[in-house]
């Protein structure tokens, strides 16, 4: 039970989680997808279509852009990089959340 407690509580975020991801560098699904497994030893993982819904999303918002790399062996990559706009719109949703942190540590 408390895993669906947490994906629930992330999936709120997602957004936010993929451009903290992209103010490091450049990156593509795959590569986004394993950095969160890694750094959540294994506990949290964004499904495929919810990571590509995000990305479209942040695409249109004008938060990321899209462009393939340019792969000599195996698949192209579309790689996503964060934009001025995106800069901006993470550093407010941070906010946003440390202010909803602090509320429910208050209540809790």
Do not use: C, V
């Not at 938060?63 to 706009?85: K, L, M, Q």
């Amino acid at each position: 039970m408390l895993m669906s407690i947490t994906g629930d509580l992330i999936r709120g975020h997602t957004d936010t989680i993929i451009l903290a991801h992209l103010l490091q560098d450049d990156s593509y699904g795959y590569q986004i997808n394993k950095a969160i497994l890694e750094k959540t030893d294994g506990q949290y993982e964004l499904k495929e279509a919810t990571l590509y819904t995000a990305f479209r999303r942040l695409e249109n918002a004008g938060y990321i852009r899209s462009y393939w790399g340019d792969e000599n062996t195996g698949a192209r990559r579309r790689y996503y990089a964060i934009t001025p706009a995106g800069r901006e719109a993470f550093f407010k949703m941070k906010s946003e959340w440390e202010e909803a942190k602090t509320t429910i540590e208050k209540l809790l």
